[in-house]
């Protein structure tokens, strides 16, 4: 199970927005995935148009008249996607919780037992490093920061960074961070240049997906839902399920060493019955691009640096040893997916996107 808290301590930069359309596009990749609104607003309720009696405050309060259990307050959104609803009475719970030993670990205190059978657990923090968001980074081994295009933006991240990375030290609990670029705006030039220098300041913590202005993720949640139930053709929806998909490739499988041992001797035997492999060369022209990727159903649709394409005279390239069978595939340039422009083999995928199709001859 993977504890992903969001947060930035700028308000405005889309933390809710991409809490709850980030869950929804998990779940629809058949994960199961539970969002706690850990945020006083309880604006991720609102947004998904939950009304709820009970919510974290009775369970992360120790003196509360209506305790109860984090079981006991979670709601069903979707299918497969479940919340723990938030209220503006867990505001008071900073106060509460300021003379407590081990008040930093209270929500981590909850999730270590907590018997729910999800994949993923988001949390949506509150707009402020106060001990809600100290708690939520505790609980969490991933933390996403959303961040927009802008230079005061980047002016508060450092200090986000430096709370990471105390918890890290102070608690000893390991925490990795990565940088969402969040509403970005492709029409200002201004928007590219600062995209540079998140770029290059960040490198390896930035995802290859960029959520671009839409709004259409504003009306989905004034109308209480989902922007995958709202509008699932629109930009805000193919670009948090491309964040879906980039966070899915990231998932590393549980393996005993019994099953290591059983995994190396079924390849032994089949070695010699594995079907010949044909390399395959993909190659995009684009001159000005800064990074491309390749990423389709022989990889598991990951943008990681196995999946980089190699540019020469404006040229990338990717070579891959592929079995016989037919595949999807599209490029991501720049932080934007693309169909391959050179290929006329094509589908539309459930979301409304082209994926291009190769097909792989003995």
Known sequence: MRIISITNQKGGCGKTTTAINLAASLA???????????????????GLNVKADLNIYN????????KASLEEIIKNADCNFDLAPSGIVLSTLEQELAGEIGRESRLWDILRNFRGNYDYILIDCPPNLGILTVNAIRAANEVIVPVEASRFSLEGLSQLIEI?????????????YRVLVNNFDSRLRHSFKILERIRTTFKDRLFSTIIHVNVKLKESQSDGMHILTYDKYCRGAKD??????????????????????????????LK??????????????APEAKEVYLAGDFN??????????????????????LKPGTYRYRFIV?????EDPNNPYQELNPYGSIDSLIKVEE
């Open 240 to 269: 948090y399920f491309s964040l879906a998909r980039e966070i899915i490739t990231q998932e590393k499988a549980q393996v005993t060493p019994q099953a290591q041992i059983l995994e190396e001797k079924m390849q032994e035997l």
């Open 59 to 66: 369970v992360l309060s120790k003196i509360t008249n209506q």
């Open 334 to 338: 720049d932080g934007r997916w693309i």
């Open 300 to 321: 598991n649709w990951q943008s990681s640096s196995q999946s980089q394409m190699e540019q020469e005279n404006g040229i990338w390239k990717k070579t891959l040893q």
């Open 28 to 46: 629809v990749n058949n994960r199961k995935v539970l969002l706690i609104d850990l945020d006083p607003q309880a604006h991720a309720t609102l």
């Open 272 to 285: 010699e019955k594995l079907p010949k492999l044909t390399e395959v060369v993909f190659s995009l022209f």
């Open 164 to 176: 990471i990375n105390l918890v890290s030290e102070r608690l000893e609990h390991e925490v990795d």
